[in-house]
């Protein structure tokens, strides 16, 4: 099996009927490196940099910050890298951010819907333009792109693109080479609005990924980190399998990037019904790569279509899970 799954990793993510699929790997930590050059991966389509502030006392200052995603991006050897600026609030916390008194999640009742992900670096934009110009600084190391997390409405895509295009001409004029045209500026779809407004996000976001871990929540009003509603907190809910269609289908009629990168993207069942929803590049834990490849090479574009189709016509989970299981097993 361990042998099996080895010899993937040089194998392509194409359908049976030939479509090429991107299978791209999550990265958490710098020490997952390794893990992703095993296993197949073509990119990372989800570097979290919360790891640079989580367990740091003071905010890493630019160019620390800068040696670091030079180092990831190297190690990817050209293939892209896509960083995504840090996502505080919610259930994520830092120390670095608390000491500086930015972290005031604990004064709110619901820390989810408060000021969290992109909200808060656009009140702080300060933390925002020393993470991008670092970015920028490390673009020289290969391919990469620069995503931004929690995203809800178009306005705030403008602010953040506004300083990412400030940050670059200031560099410029310092001196720091940068290409012709800057690293794609793109956003995150986690939120309801952004994948209802998906048509008008993907006139201005150069390339969309889907956050289903978030997205879930929101859509479904249940807390992610939550056992009390943990029953309530399904992925495959039809509420959720319709925003995923509405902001690919958005996104494909514009000849934008999209991906997915929530939990769901590295599940071996459920990838067969993004495919057949139209998406054709997932980010996932390393270690989930070799199973959907294996996974994905099996399956047909018209069967995948076909269960998607069916799916789409489901009222509720239970019968969105008995569809999978059944195309998983053959039926
Ligand atoms: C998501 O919300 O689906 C996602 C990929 O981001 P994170 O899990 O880091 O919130
Ligand atoms: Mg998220």
Request: hydrophobic residues 45%.
């Amino acid at each position: 099996e361990r042998q099996a799954l080895g010899r993937l990793r040089r194998l392509p993510a194409r359908l049976s009927s030939g479509e090429k699929l991107h299978l791209q790997a999550n990265l958490e930590l710098p020490a997952e490196l390794a893990l992703i050059a095993q296993s197949g991966a073509s990119g990372i389509g989800l570097l979290r940099t919360e790891f640079l502030f989580i367990n740091a006392e003071t905010m890493p200052d630019e160019d620390s910050q800068a040696a670091i995603y030079s180092e990831i991006i190297t190690a990817m050897a050209g293939d892209t890298t896509t960083i995504r600026v840090v996502d505080w609030g919610g259930e994520k916390h830092s120390e670095a951010l608390n000491r500086a008194g930015l972290d005031r999640d604990g004064d709110n009742v619901n820390p989810a819907l408060g000021v969290r992900g992109l909200r808060l670096l656009l009140r702080h934009p300060a933390i925002l333009e020393t993470q991008f110009a670092a970015i920028l600084k490390a673009s020289s190391a290969g391919p990469m792109r620069v995503m931004l997390p929690m995203v809800t409405t178009v306005p705030e895509l403008r602010e953040a693109r506004d300083i990412y295009q400030r940050v670059a001409r200031r560099l410029r004029r310092r001196g720091v080479k940068l290409g012709d045209s800057l690293p794609p500026l793109g956003i995150m779809v986690e939120t309801p609005a952004a994948a209802i407004m998906g048509d008008a996000l993907a006139q201005e976001a150069e390339f969309l990924a889907i956050g289903t871990n978030d997205l879930t929540m929101y859509t479904l009003a249940a807390d992610r980190a939550l056992a009390d509603v943990a029953s309530l907190y399904q992925p495959l809910h039809p509420a959720v399998l319709r925003l995923i269609q509405t902001v690919t289908e958005a996104a494909l009629r514009q000849y934008r990037p999209i991906s997915i990168c929530g939990e769901i993207a590295g599940d071996p069942r459920v990838v067969p019904l993004l495919v057949g929803l139209g998406l054709r590049s997932f980010s996932m834990t390393a270690s989930a790569v070799p199973r959907v490849k294996r996974r994905v090479r099996a399956l047909s574009f018209e069967d995948c279509r076909r269960l998607a189709h069916r799916v789409m016509e489901s009222p509720d989970v239970a019968e969105v899970l008995s569809l999978i299981d059944a195309f998983a097993a053959g039926g």
